[in-house]
């Protein structure tokens, strides 16, 4: 089984970096890596042929088109069995591939996803952040685990199709904004079989700020509505659920400010979800500074997914703009 990493790029050159010495690091060695620079002011065209002598690599450059067609152009050119997809700000642990082969012989896939995961020497803040994308308690931990809602969807941090897939569905159709869901969704109405490989995680870094986090999940929440606009049939109960605690927030603060009973019950409220989220995390991460941390990550995953889900739901849903 012959394996094609595909990495978009754009304007981060350390990220790369730390990427592809990873990847030098596998137990598993047949596969071939493309790095596919997407009009980067900053390109990293040196860092990658620094590894020429230490991967089977390819650097290429094009003009700006965002991640998804991105990755298209490297499915167009990709030679391997398997397309994996990567995010630069990655790392892979060395049994990565050994893991996804040994599963993908055992329990034949079309596509497949794996979970993320926070690394030693991530940052508090992104520890933090890795949690807020992986807990039971937030939306984010919908994603990557076996109790996903509705059939599972890969997300495109850490994410494989077969050749036969590209072949058949051909690649993806938006560039952003929630192109890796709509992605799964037209690979599942395909008829090709899609699953989870627990054991496949990456580690993937996210943002380094809570500001970078905050614009990342707001986009998160547009995205949203932009896949119910091709798939109406794929917004479940529990994408509301950030809409429905950024009100709660926007009330709960009302309340206070004009001195109405409402206002406690909203303060109690968020007070014991804050204490959950606190003593999980801790008990995840064994550190206090990163629960502490994960009470404003988490609000953050929240507020801002459900600002940006409000904000698109009413200008494209139903004041119809595109």
């Known amino acids: ?118 690394h030693e020497s991530f940052t508090p803040v992104q520890k933090a952040i890795s949690y807020a994308m992986t807990s039971p308690f937030t939306t984010g931990g919908i994603r990557g685990n076996k109790k996903h809602v509705g059939q599972f969807h890969p997300r495109s941090f850490n994410m494989g199709v077969s050749r036969q897939v590209w072949e058949k569905v051909g690649g993806f159709i938006l560039t952003r904004l929630g192109e890796d869901i709509e992605y799964s969704i037209r690979i599942h109405e395909s008829g090709f079989k899609i699953g989870l490989i627990p054991e496949a995680k990456v580690y993937h870094k996210r943002r380094t700020s809570f500001s970078q986090f905050y614009k990342q999940l707001h986009f998160f929440g547009r995205a949203r509505i932009n896949i119910y606009k091709h798939f109406p049939k794929e917004l479940k109960l529990v994408h509301f659920f950030p809409a429905v605690f950024t009100v709660g927030i926007i009330i709960t603060i009302l309340c206070d400010i004009f001195y109405l009973p409402l206002g406690i019950v909203g303060n109690f409220i968020l007070l014991m979800f804050f204490l959950l989220i606190f003593f999980h995390s801790w008990s995840v991460n064994k550190s206090l500074k990163v629960a502490f941390l994960s009470i404003i990550s988490s609000f953050i995953q929240l507020f801002a997914y459900g600002l940006g889900f409000i904000q698109d739901l009413f200008k494209r849903v139903v004041f119809k703009q595109q």
Do not use: W
């Open 1 to 118: 089984m012959f394996f094609s990493i595909i990495i978009p790029l754009y304007n981060r050159p350390q990220e790369i970096n730390e990427l592809l010495y990873t990847l030098t690091k596998q137990t598993y060695i047949q596969f071939e890596v493309l790095v596919i620079e997407d009009g980067s002011k900053e390109d990293a065209k040196s860092i990658v042929e620094s590894y020429a002598n230490r991967l089977d690599i390819k650097y290429f450059f094009k003009a700006n088109e965002g991640q998804g067609f991105t990755r298209n152009f490297g499915f167009e050119r990709a030679k391997g069995d398997y397309f994996v997809i990567f995010d630069s700000d990655c790392l892979i642990p060395h049994d990565y591939l050994e893991i996804v082969k040994n599963y993908l012989y055992e329990h034949h896939l079309d596509a497949y996803g794996g979970p993320d995961a926070a």
